[in-house]
C-alpha cells in the first residue's frame, strides 16, 4: 500500500534559524496535506498543495510539491518559540479515499 | 457544531473493561476518520467512515475494536476488554467529502488503562 516518509523525526533548532522538513510518498499523488501539532494538542490543517511544482507562502512558511508529485518539503524561516510542534504531511493516493500521514517531524526551537 | 466534539476527554478504566468513545463530526461533513496517537508517536489509521458507504475498517488492530456511526453524524468507537497497550489517544476528525480543506480534528480522548 501506499507509504508517506518523512525526515527528519527531530530536529532541534536555535530561534532564528531555519528549519525544512521532507516528506516522501511511494506512489504518485493527487494532493498533500500539511498539519502541525502543538504539543499536547491535536493537528492542525495548514495547507494542501496540489498541481505539479506548486509553491505556496504563508508568512515565514513556504510549502513546495515536487514536479513528480511523489515529494513535499515545508521550509520555516527564521523559527520563532510558537513553531514548537511537530509537523505532518499528508498525501492522497491518486484514486484514493483518505489520506496517508507520515510520521512527522517533532520541532524543538531554543530561545 | 463548529468543531468536532470527542468525549470523554479522559477515560481511565481497568483492564479488562469495555469503553466506548464518542465524536461528533462537524455538521454536513460526510467523512469521519478515528485515529489512535500513542505518546510522541504518529497517527495510526484505524477506521473511515464515507457517508453511506461501507466503512474502510482496515486500521482496526484486532476484533476487540469497533466503530458505527449512527444516521452520518455522530461516531462511537468500542474498546472490549481493554488492554494496556490500548492507552493512547483517540483522535476523530471529520471533512467533507473532497477533504479540500483538509481533516478537522477533535481534541482526542486520552485513554488510559490500569
Known amino acids: 500500500g501506499q507509504q508517506v516518509m518523512q525526515i527528519p523525526q527531530y530536529q532541534h533548532v536555535q530561534e532564528g534559524e531555519d528549519f525544512t522538513t521532507y516528506c516522501n510518498s511511494s506512489?504518485?499523488?493527487?494532493?498533500i496535506q500539511w498539519y502541525k501539532q502543538r504539543p499536547g494538542g491535536h493537528p492542525v490543517f495548514l495547507i494542501q498543495l496540489v498541481k505539479s511544482g506548486e509553491v505556496k507562502k504563508q508568512k515565514r512558511l513556504t510549502f513546495q510539491f515536487g514536479e513528480a508529485k511523489k515529494n513535499s518539503s515545508l521550509h520555516i524561516t527564521a523559527t520563532q518559540t510558537t513553531d514548537v510542534g511537530t509537523y505532518f504531511c499528508a498525501g492522497f493516493g491518486i484514486g484514493g479515499s483518505r489520506l496517508t500521514f507520515g510520521e512527522g517531524t517533532q520541532l524543538t526551537v531554543n530561545p | 457544531g463548529a468543531g468536532v466534539s470527542q468525549s470523554p476527554s479522559n477515560k481511565v478504566t481497568e483492564k479488562g473493561k469495555d469503553v466506548e468513545l464518542r465524536c461528533d463530526p462537524i455538521?454536513?461533513?460526510?467523512?469521519l476518520y478515528w485515529y489512535r496517537q500513542s505518546l510522541g508517536q504518529g497517527l495510526e489509521f484505524l477506521i473511515y467512515f464515507q457517508g453511506n458507504s461501507a466503512p474502510d475498517k482496515s486500521g482496526l488492530p484486532s476484533d476487540r475494536f469497533s466503530a458505527e456511526r449512527t444516521g452520518g453524524s455522530v461516531s462511537t468507537l468500542t474498546i472490549q476488554r481493554t488492554q494496556q497497550e490500548d492507552s493512547a489517544v483517540y483522535l476523530c476528525a471529520s471533512s467533507s467529502r473532497d477533504s479540500l480543506y483538509g481533516y478537522t480534528f477533535g481534541s482526542g480522548t486520552r485513554l488510559t488503562v490500569v
Open positions: 455538521s454536513g461533513h460526510t467523512a
Open positions: 506512489t504518485t499523488l493527487s494532493n
